[in-house]
């Protein structure tokens, strides 16, 4: 068996593309058109290996996106490494020989590494520690998708009667169809992250890209008197659609209940459009007052605990990192 650090060939391309999407576990974060998405953006560093048998077939496959903000000081504080639903392997071998190498690759280059899984990894939870990485506990909630009218009457009543209210009122839910759109789109969540998430934000080039770049996913945008006041930013793959980034101009638009609607958008959509589950990528940890939980709640999903592995390679920097987003989530 051996393990690959990713050089582009059309060739060993098309393979792990198929790989991908006949595993079991296989998932947008871990496709090649997530990897091709990151490589086009100059201010991350996406990470791909793959392993194969003594046959040559892949059997295994990781990738992983290095990132930090911008700036010397927040760039030292931030530098981080976040895989999404993965690795994807036929054995825990493979899943160990790729998890290694990763760790060999980052071991100078980044404070942490976190895997936020997707799927039931607890059988793999002996090959992550053996690596130097601690599970912590993270809520998600999945919701299986039936048709447009049984979805809708899973929804909390509140739900149901805001969305209702919305309409009325003459809202519409539609899709991105130019770059201006996608603007008002990252305006309102950039407001939202400066306020209220307090949080690191990508920049516009990479909602930019996400929108220009072919068969990714939707924007489904909240329009009201010509104004765009919420939206969802969801990529497609398989049979699932996911809540990457969402928002809604709540407190200007109270009758409108725009992130509400913004939710409901793509339960709606992968009805529609016959997708299986809406996977809304996270609902925090199990020691916090969590109140997007609460919220996501009430949309009819299952909640799972697939939770998350670290691990840290520099203490003391780490600890600072948190410190400082501490210290930035309580300012005003």
Request: hydrophobic fraction near 35%; glycine fraction near 8%.
């Amino acid at each position: 068996m051996e393990v690959i650090n990713f050089s582009y060939s059309s060739h060993e391309f098309n393979n792990l593309t198929e790989f991908v999407l006949h595993h079991p576990n296989g998932n947008f974060f871990q496709s090649p058109a997530y990897y091709n998405f990151y490589k086009s953006l100059p201010s991350y560093e996406p990470i791909l290996l793959i392993s194969k048998d003594d046959s040559d077939n892949i059997n295994g496959a990781l990738i992983a996106v290095m990132q930090k903000e911008m700036g010397y000081l927040k760039g030292k504080l931030s530098s981080r490494c976040i895989v999404y639903g993965g690795p994807i392997c036929d054995n825990d071998e493979s899943s160990g020989l790729l998890i290694d190498e990763l760790n060999t690759y980052l071991k100078s280059k980044v404070i942490y590494t976190e895997f936020r899984n997707l799927f039931d990894l607890s059988e793999s939870k002996d090959v992550f520690e053996k690596n130097g990485f601690k599970y912590k506990e993270h809520f998600n909630f999945v919701l299986e998708i039936v048709s447009a009218e049984e979805n809708f009457k899973k929804l909390n009543e509140n739900r149901r009667r805001q969305i209702k209210k919305s309409l009325k009122s003459g809202v519409e839910i539609v899709s991105a169809k130019e770059m201006g759109e996608i603007k008002e789109f990252y305006l309102i969540l950039k407001k939202l992250y400066k306020e209220k998430v307090k949080k690191p934000l990508p920049d516009f080039s990479f909602f930019e890209q996400f929108f220009t770049s072919p068969n990714l996913g939707k924007y489904l945008l909240i329009k009201f008197d010509g104004k765009i006041i919420g939206g969802i930013m969801c990529p497609i793959f398989k049979k699932t659609l996911y809540e990457w980034y969402v928002c809604g101009l709540d407190n200007e638009y109270k009758d409108q209940s725009p992130s509400v609607l913004a939710t409901w958008a793509p339960i709606e959509y992968a009805a529609k459009n016959g997708l299986k589950y809406f996977d809304f990528l996270g609902a925090g940890s199990a020691d916090s007052d969590y109140g997007v939980r609460e919220f996501k709640s009430k949309f009819g999903g299952e909640l799972v605990q697939y939770g998350r592995f670290l691990r840290v390679n520099n203490k003391l920097l780490y600890k600072s990192g948190k410190f400082g987003l501490k210290i930035l989530q309580k300012s005003k």
